[in-house]
């Protein structure tokens, strides 16, 4: 068996619908695709209370990332008069795409960025796990039962009270 052509086998490219119209994003070269990663990582790190890598980010501020992940989508969006928001949730999502996969790319889209319609909710999780029930559980059936508490002011043997 041989290898077929990689370029056969990857999913190069992600569209994105805005406004009636289809905005193909292409794979960023592998010199983007590392500093998108780098970036996302270092964003992660601080966001957690790390100390992020100030020269990603530095370096990540000095250049156009959102002209790079988009690649020609970009100057598209431009001359078609996207919208900041529109332009900004493109960009973000082929980054999330670069950094991880087009399924986790999809989500982002879909969600339209807001964190909390990209998990479900704590009652739709537990709904759907089966989780959450109305009936109490029993007690422990091993026969053994704490001990009760002593008496206040009964301390150890042989202390005497001021």
């Known amino acids: 068996m041989a290898f077929e052509e990689l370029g056969e086998l990857l999913d190069e490219s992600i569209e994105l619908p805005v406004a009636g119209r289809l905005y193909t994003v292409p794979a960023p070269s592998a010199e983007i695709g590392l500093r998108t990663q780098a970036l996302i990582h270092a964003a992660a790190v ?42 900004k949730h493109a960009a973000i999502t082929a980054m999330v795409w670069i950094a991880q996969d087009k399924t986790a790319a999809e989500r982002y889209w879909t969600a339209a960025g807001d964190p909390s319609r990209l998990a479900p909710n704590r009652a739709a999780r537990r709904s759907q796990s089966g989780a959450a029930s109305s009936t109490p559980s029993r007690g422990s059936s091993s026969g053994t039962s704490t001990r009760p508490a002593p008496a206040r002011g009964a301390g150890k043997k042989g202390r005497k009270r001021h």
């Open 46 to 87: 601080a966001a957690d209370g790390g100390r992020a890598d100030e020269q990603v980010l530095g370096d990540a501020a000095e250049r156009d990332l959102y002209r790079d992940v988009l690649g020609p989508a970009h100057d598209e969006m431009i001359a078609d008069g996207v919208k900041w928001p529109t332009l």
